[in-house]
């Protein structure tokens, strides 16, 4: 056996499927560091698909002789739940989202793909280098907060354009309904900025062109492109107001209790009538671990769960997900794994059956939604989408909305208890 082939039968020996226990040092350490990756997805723009190469940043840690990949969203990181190392080929998975990153090592450069679970599409073309410094350039200021035209299904007559700005360097993100793009990444050149973002999900490639009078053009994926203005001037009120999160999704008879009654992960059927819930304060969070702002907000509700659970608080999490993943639910196993879930995860059926397995609610499309339940059992509030940390401002706004509303139900008395 040839000396260089014997130490790749060395790596190789030595990997742990779960973790990837790598004992040549070395080997981990060319892997460890920062990427500059790319994905290529297929857009459909006006009827003609285009292929579209979205960039990101990427990460590789050795932890402790393991390798450790992670995809970036601002101060959140999506990182692999196990590695192998084979050779010249390296294997992330990331059990959150039930997909896999499948990539060989050639000249310092990562290519592979990226493989999605069962319905949520093909695989996708992955390639990465280590980064690079970039050269300073200067740039226009689009730094602050920006109103843009929408193009939603679900009724928004306009978005906010978020952006932080040092230099020709660029973080943004887009504000929705439902949530955000995720954190948005790039840099200023030839006349424009192009952005990417990629977290394990919603790829996108955003490109923002100054225009002479102050506004902004966005396109997203190579698409038309989006008219935005400064939030504080005259011109962005043309323009459409973004819609309130508080007033999107209400109920029909808020007078009604809210009712559920869903098989949880075990098949036993657990309802809102259940001894656990009664009196107590209770959330019941529209969720679906496919869903990329479910993921944003899950790390917020289980600190807030932990919180106020002694209190008199409870979850209810309404998984919906697709058939395909419904025989074993493995990606919803990993999802409540990865973020520690200690609430009740419920699964009434796929994404499409949203409005018949939640009746109650009125112009309900948006996930995640949460609806806020006093001890009384009827619904007092409800909340559409939820922002990632990448929104700034209105991230922080939304942390402390829900955390003081769940405050003062809880301080409300139970009916029938005693003063």
Not at 18 to 44: C, E, F, M, P, Y
Not at 117 to 122: I, M, Y
Not at 127 to 136: D, L, Q, R, Y
Not at 354 to 380: C, M, W, Y
Request: glycine share 10%; net charge positive; charged share 20%.
């Amino acid at each position: 056996m040839k000396a260089n082939q014997f130490s790749l039968w060395m790596v190789a020996a030595a990997v742990v499927v779960a973790g990837s226990a790598i004992t040549a040092a070395q080997d981990a350490r060319s892997l460890a560091g920062k990427w500059d990756g790319t994905v290529t997805v297929s857009a459909n723009n006006s009827g003609v698909i285009v292929p579209v190469e979205v960039p990101f940043p990427f990460e590789i840690a050795n932890d402790g002789g393991k390798l450790k990949a992670s995809f970036l969203n601002g101060a959140l990181r999506i990182a692999s739940t196990a590695s192998t190392v084979t050779g010249d080929k390296v294997v992330f998975t990331f059990g959150q989202y039930g997909t896999t990153l499948d990539a060989t090592v050639k000249d310092g450069v990562l290519s592979g793909t990226y493989i999605r679970p069962k319905g949520r599409g093909a695989p996708l073309p992955f390639k990465a280098s280590k980064s690079a410094a970039i050269a300073a350039a200067k740039a226009p200021s689009i730094d602050g907060v920006w109103i843009t035209e929408a193009r939603s299904n679900k009724g928004e007559a306009a978005w906010r354009f978020i952006v932080d700005q040092k230099g020709a360097q660029v973080t943004a993100t887009i504000l929705r309904i439902d949530g955000d793009t995720g954190t948005l990444y790039g840099t200023y050149k030839d006349g424009k900025f192009v952005l990417g973002h990629f977290s394990g999900a919603r790829p996108l490639l955003v490109e923002v062109t100054p225009n002479a009078d102050g506004t902004l053009t966005i396109s997203q994926n190579k698409g038309a492109g989006l008219l935005a203005a400064r939030e504080a001037e005259a011109k962005s009120k043309s323009l459409g107001t973004p819609t309130d999160p508080t007033a999107h999704t209400s109920m029909k008879d808020p007078n009604e209790p809210f009712k559920f009654a869903f098989p949880n992960l075990k098949g036993e059927i657990k309802s809102n009538t259940d001894p656990q819930f009664k009196g107590k304060v209770l959330l019941v969070n529209i969720a679906g671990s496919w869903c990329p702002n479910c993921h944003d907000e899950t790390p917020f509700l289980v600190n807030l769960y932990k919180k106020y659970r002694s209190k008199g608080f409870e979850v209810v999490q309404l998984s919906f997900e697709e058939d395909e993943q419904q025989p074993g639910l493995a990606r919803l196993k990993g999802f409540n794994e990865n973020y520690g879930i200690e609430w009740t995860v419920l699964v009434p059926g796929n994404p499409d059956q949203l409005n018949e397995k939640v009746p109650q609610a009125s112009n309900l499309n948006a996930f995640p939604t949460s609806f806020f339940i006093g001890r009384d059992g009827r619904v007092r509030a409800v909340h559409a989408g939820f922002p990632s940390p990448g929104s700034g401002e209105f991230y922080k706004e939304a942390e402390k909305e829900v955390t003081t509303l769940v405050e003062k139900l809880l301080a409300e008395r139970a009916p029938g208890t005693a003063r």
